[in-house]
């Protein structure tokens, strides 16, 4: 999947990511995020979800990943239980930002998620300072669906944003 953005021309492309990639993605997720994780972690969830673990490059370049995992139980759109894929880390080198490489992550994510694993919503954690990523998930569709007090290791708040599956581009303008 090749993607050019509209303010600069030059192409991303989004990718599952692969083992050789998990340098990169600590990288990327030490430097751009406050909360971080072991290697393991991202293993893992390669392992029992690889469809939904994707890198974004530009020149063969990591720029950004995703990685989301399938639960089941209690849902977050309609409180019955079912199939839900949680969006865990999407991260953007600073560089890279604006130029659709997050909206295009999260696209592909939650056309896997639901293509694969069958997920009937997609949900995430987001602080409830970060505004840009708020308004990204909103323009796809997600809504805040409930606050989690203290969510963050430093003490933020954290919103849960959900929204129900499939996502199909054209739904959200």
């Known amino acids: 999947m ?8 030059k192409p991303f492309t989004i990718r599952e990511f692969v083992p050789e ?40 370049k990591i720029v950004g990943y995703i990685m989301c995992r399938v639960e089941r139980g209690k849902m977050h759109v309609d409180n019955r239980n079912g199939i839900s894929g949680h969006i ?18 999260m696209t592909k994510a939650m056309e896997n998620l639901y293509k694969y694993y069958g997920v009937e919503e997609y949900y995430l954690e987001v602080r409830v300072t970060n505004i840009p990523a708020i308004s990204l998930y909103k323009k796809l569709g ?24 499939p996502y199909v581009e054209t739904e959200v303008n």
Do not use: Q
Not at 21 to 41: A, C, G, H, K, Q
Not at 88 to 105: D, N, P, Q, T, Y
Not at 151 to 161: F, I, P, R, T
């Open 142 to 165: 997600f809504r805040i669906t409930n606050i989690i007090k203290g969510y963050y290791l430093d003490g933020e708040d954290a919103y849960v944003m959900a929204r129900k599956a």
């Open 88 to 105: 865990i880390s999407l991260a953007v080198i600073s560089e890279a930002r604006r130029k659709g490489i997050g909206k295009a992550l």
């Open 21 to 60: 990639d998990l340098d990169s993605v600590i990288w990327i997720n030490r430097v751009t995020l406050p909360e971080n994780y072991p290697s393991f972690f991202f293993k893992m969830h390669h392992e029992r979800f690889p469809k939904a673990f994707l890198v974004a490059t530009i020149d063969k």
């Open 2 to 9: 090749t993607i050019s953005s509209n303010s600069e021309k």
